[in-house]
């Protein structure tokens, strides 16, 4: 069942009924001010730091869903009918609705009784507002009476203590109105300075600033008294939960048609000119005036959604391609980046299941969020690569996330993931082959952010690769710390206390837990540190890197192997973890993805059996899940991974994330059909049709679908913010279509399914534009690399690989022929 359809034209999602079975979001803002819209005009907005900068509040576990975000009405003046062209909060029943995510905007319509309202939301470039404009008609044979009201009720900044500090909070709330405009002022007589407001382009007819005066006592907003009467009383609000609620009134003849923009904005004032005049407690609003002004003028928000949209069609154009499957399409050429540049923005912050309170920029997340990326924003890859490393620690341990308002490293949800240094070598590693700028190199960066303490990123990279080789187990594998890229593996933890954090709680000493996935993470990052080092021409780090490749791969033969899978682990007491002499959880899907991206087992086989096994007993129809058998009782010595439920997250969950490792592996083991059968199986667009299973937005990625031990196997949870967004992109751009940035040129080596003809695309690399066209010869089969062959430019080449033309060449033309 399908709630909407793709409109690949203009890169929408259309949402024809509001119901979705969750709310189906789209982010507006890409810079400074962010909003989260859901296809009820749902969703918060926050400038640059979910929790600390809140504007309004949004309640997650609310019943009904999605109640709190832009509450829109629209109000009959003669009958006294009203709704919301979002449906939600008051649930009326619209003749009509239409709800288009695009990439930046998100537009609803709806129709009731005669009057048509087109609302669009976005997030201007370059501004730290969101404007809401809405085009009311009336398609009635009489003149309408109108009443709009525009609301929101605002955040008192810190989304945490909002939530939860009532003795204070319920107290500290403020709010100015001048103008028409009510500006949100908590805290800005004292140590803030910076506000909120919100205004309207027409001359205002009322306003609340109380909520319980606009809504009512015990009313809530799908019965808000003053939408009911029709009239606002003015109320200042004085503590308890501030609102800016606007009445505007129109009158249209038949067929006329009137913008309202509602404009919610956040503003900065130099500290030293807060008030107005000085010396006084009225704050200066000089500054949002002026902005406000701007808003009120009409075309401003076309202008503005010109921008937005030529904006991304240049983005773009870095990679598009036309490959006949609408599925791949759709994904690779607008939507898969779309999500990369949320990921890339937000990390795993701010959506609707992550609070934006716990979780700032991860050190491993962010890393691999580039991965995907790059090639759309390398210059902000640079300023991210950079603004990470800066956080590491000088044993080339990593904080596991630092916060975007101050830039810092924090632990406030733990340490000491050992895997987190290996991600920063295979993000400078996708930044150099995509842009060869090897000066970055060079590039002076801090440890823990302590001013003196800068060295070179190169030295960055050293000290990562050190901090494995340091910390190495019985076995000579990797020391997991307190998890590896699941965090939930938390073997050195033994949480028995309910409600303990598995991140933050003690490890206890003396574990000797070890990871084979890090293992093979390591390989991999090593064999990246081995080529930057050789490139810088240091050939002392480059033996070093291939001398401990060597060693850690010895090891993992040595004592990773399982038989017919790698091995996932060896617990605190050394126990192997993902072994057929398990009960439950003995094979576990990540170590097989990673070997075989780190070359590991490919000559001797054992990967190609890996991945059969992978095949066997992970596979679903729905993705392929972490690991099986599921852990029916919880664990002690495995930590939270075992207190999810069968089926659920970590706990044998399909982690989407890892599903393109075993894509990836697929190519490299020569599997053109199944590599592409995987992606399909958990690409969003391929799943529309069973949204009612599926449940979330069926145009981005999700973390997780629900395994085949869950009740509800198939529904997917955790949408957008997920590092799946990026090594989805990997897998299907670099890998399945085979189009590859490598230091010395543009790989094109294509691995697909018998059953393609062909695909053409076209891709940026390094300021030449590449115009690919490859096609099928006569022989049918799956491509096995190496029987293609190259035309560049009209000449043939050896290999696979396309060698740099002069600089400046604005285009190459490819054409590869597969057997
Ligand atoms: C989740 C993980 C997440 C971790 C850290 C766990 O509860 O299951 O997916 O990475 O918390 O926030
Ligand atoms: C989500 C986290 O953001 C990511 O860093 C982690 O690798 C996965 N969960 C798996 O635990």
Known sequence: MRYGHFD?????????????????????????????????????????????????????????????????????????????????????????????????????????????????????????????????????????????????????????????????????????????????????????????????????????????????????????????????????????????????????????????????????????????????????????????????????????????????????????????????????????????????????????????????????????????????????ARARILDIAATQLPDGGAYHQYQPLTKRGNDDIGAGFNDDPAWLVLAVAAYLKETGDLAILDEPVTWDNAEGSETPLHDHLRRSIDFTLDRLGPHGLPLIGRADWNDCLNLNVFSDQPGESFQTAPNRPGGVAESVFIAGLFVLAAREAEAIAHLRGEEAEASRCRDAVATMTAAIEAHGWDGAWYRRAYDHVGTPVGSASNEEGQIYIEPQGMMAMAGVGLADGRTRTAIASVRERLATPHGIVLHQPAYASYHLELGEISSYPPGYKENAGIFCHTNPWLMIGEVITGNAEGALDYYLRINPSAREAISDVHRCEPYVYAQMIAGRDAPTHGEAKNSWLTGTAAWNMVAISQWILGIRPEQDGLRVEPVIPGYWTGFRATRQFRGTTYEIEVARGTRRGPAATGSVEVVVDGRPIDGTLIPLPQPGTPRVRVEIRLA
């Open 8 to 380: 690949d034209e203009e890169r929408e999602y259309v949402i024809t009924r509001p119901d979705t079975p969750l709310p189906w979001i789209n982010y507006l803002g890409s810079e400074d001010y962010f909003a989260l819209v859901s296809n009820t005009a749902g969703g918060y907005s926050f400038y640059r730091d979910a929790r600390l900068r809140r504007l309004i509040r949004y309640r997650y576990n609310n019943a009904p869903l999605d109640v709190g975000g832009r509450f829109l009405y629209v109000r009959d003046d003669d009958s006294g009918d009203y709704w919301n062209p979002g449906w939600q909060p008051t649930q009326r029943e619209l003749d009509d609705y239409t709800c288009r995510h695009g990439l930046g905007y998100t537009v609803i319509a709806a129709g009731r009784g005669g009057i048509r309202t087109e609302t669009l939301y976005l997030v201007p470039p370059g501004e730290t507002l969101e404007v809401w404009r809405t085009r009311v008609t009336n398609e009635r044979s009489v003149p309408a009476r109108l009443s709009l009201f525009g609301a929101v009720e605002f955040c008192l900044w810190d989304a945490q203590d909002d939530a939860t500090n009532f003795q204070r909070n319920l107290s500290t709330g403020e709010v100015h109105v001048e103008d028409g405009v009510v500006y949100h002022v908590t805290e800005y007589r004292e140590r803030r300075d910076h506000f909120a407001w919100f205004a309207c382009s027409t001359p205002m007819q009322g306003f609340e600033t109380s909520r319980e005066a606009f809504l009512g006592a015990y009313r809530g907003w799908e019965r808000p008294i003053a939408v009911e009467g029709g009239a606002m009383s003015g109320s200042i609000a004085n503590g308890w939960q501030p609102v800016g609620a606007l009445q505007t009134t129109l009158v249209l003849e038949p067929g006329e048609s009137r913008d309202v923009t509602f404009v919610l904005g956040y503003t900065e004032n130099p500290a030293d000119r807060k008030f107005d005049p000085p010396g006084s407690r009225r704050p200066n609003t000089s500054g949002a005036r002026a902005v406000i002004d701007r808003y009120r003028q009409t075309g401003r928000a076309d202008a503005d959604l010109a921008a937005l949209r030529a904006g991304w069609e240049e983005r773009l154009r870095s990679l598009q391609v036309a490959t006949g499957d609408p599925h791949v399409d759709r994904m690779v050429n607008t939507w898969n980046p779309y999500q990369c540049m949320v990921t890339f923005n937000l990390s795993r912050s701010a959506s609707m299941f992550e609070s934006g309170i716990g979780r700032g920029m991860g050190f491993r997340d962010s890393n691999q969020d580039l991965l995907g990326f790059v090639h759309v924003i390398p210059e902000r």
